[in-house]
């Protein structure tokens, strides 16, 4: 028994890569508990265990009194001795049990609780190994789709997590079987086991993207400042190089628009828009504005940020952008809330 039990601890460490001394820590407890509520003691088992011998060996934990009137604690001098010759009165004497005194019960007691154990145990792995990865791009297979939700179930190692329906790119049909990338955005403990959440939609991960593509983004040299997203629609990036003699905006597009157009094809054809990134909120929001020129920027106030954008009166509907969507994305890429008027003050329709 203790050799199996020893090899199937080996193989658990193999096969799901849990760590064999926390699978003993807990299976120790187990152990003990289990025996405790077989036998109606509490706080009076050991139990030892031996890697080298691959053994293990439960003990009652018994005091060596004269007058015995607890035999679940207590044993008398004469019965120590029969244990241990040189036993002295007031000792803690472990007393080892036969296996057959564990009973079924405690037997049965012990493999739930090291069930119990193990999935603990792949919990804490599991929380562990994505914590590592927050904020970092992950390949998942897929598994199924849900019928109900949408949700795609992704395999990513030997683990199944769940891309919601909402965390997935507009119009973009996943299906069984295909590779996608997700962006873990946060992993979280919780009563139930490990909660990672996943995005495609997430800002960070066209950042991540480009990251992967863009070597200057790296190595450091060119810096992601900010981003606005309305994925599966378009996206500002404001970037910045700490070498002056590397252009920001031209290592992210690439030659050719080669890497620009690979993050564009991993976001199924989502817009991708570049700012070149300054401390002078005057320059950063009219570079936000862009495509559309703009003629002046006044900053109103700074606690809110709020400012006033002059843009020519043919350029008023540009700088807004369809629905507002260029103001707006302009807006959260610079922080300010973003007053647009045409330069000569008339609106129009």
């Known amino acids: 028994m203790n050799k199996d039990f020893f090899e199937a601890l080996e193989i658990i460490e193999k096969e799901k890569g849990i760590n064999k001394e926390v699978l003993l820590e807990k299976i ?26 691959k053994n293990f060996v439960v003990s009652v934990v018994k005091t060596v009194v004269e007058d015995v009137y607890d035999p679940d604690t207590e044993i008398s001098l004469e019965d120590a001795k029969k244990v241990k010759a040189r036993a002295k009165l007031g000792q803690e004497l472990a007393i080892p049990l036969k296996t057959k005194d564990f009973g079924y019960i405690a037997i049965g007691a012990a493999k739930n609780v090291i069930r119990q154990g193990i999935k603990e145990a ?13 904020h970092e791009i992950v390949t998942g297979v897929v598994l199924r789709i849900s019928e109900k939700s949408g949700a795609a179930i992704l395999q990513v190692g030997s683990n199944e997590f769940v891309l919601a329906k909402e965390e997935q790119l507009p119009g973009e049909e996943i299906k069984v079987g295909d590779h996608v990338k997700v962006y873990v955005v946060d992993v979280l403990s919780t009563d139930r086991g490990p909660r990672i959440m996943l995005s ?5 991960f066209v950042s991540r993207l480009f990251e992967n593509e863009v070597p200057e983004i790296h190595d450091g040299t060119v810096v ?16 910045w190089s700490k070498d002056p003699n590397v252009d920001a905006i031209g290592a992210c597009i690439g030659p050719k628009r080669s890497r620009v157009e690979s993050v564009i094809a991993q976001l199924n054809g989502e817009k991708v828009d570049f700012v070149k990134y300054s401390e002078d909120p005057e320059e950063f929001i009219s570079a936000a504005l862009s495509p559309s020129q703009v003629v002046s920027v006044e900053i109103l106030t700074q606690q809110p940020k709020s400012c006033r954008v002059t843009v020519p009166d043919e350029q008023l509907s540009l ?12 807006a959260r890429l610079t922080g300010f809330n973003i007053d647009i008027h045409p330069e000569s003050g008339y609106f129009g329709e």
């Not at 792949?122 to 927050?134: H, S, V, Y």
């Not at 495609?200 to 960070?204: A, K, L, S, V, Y």
């Not at 992601?224 to 970037?239: L, N």
């Open 28 to 53: 120790t407890k187990a152990m003990e508990v289990a025996v405790e509520k077989d036998l109606g003691i509490e706080g009076n088992v050991s139990v030892m265990v031996d890697e080298n011998k």
């Open 122 to 134: 792949e919990k804490a792995k599991l929380l562990a190994d994505m914590q590592g990865k927050t």
């Open 200 to 204: 495609r939609t997430h800002p960070g």
């Open 224 to 239: 992601v400042k900010a981003i606005s997203r309305e994925a599966g629609s378009r996206t500002k990036m404001a970037v």
């Open 319 to 330: 700088a807004i952008g369809s629905k507002g969507q260029n103001a707006r994305l302009a």
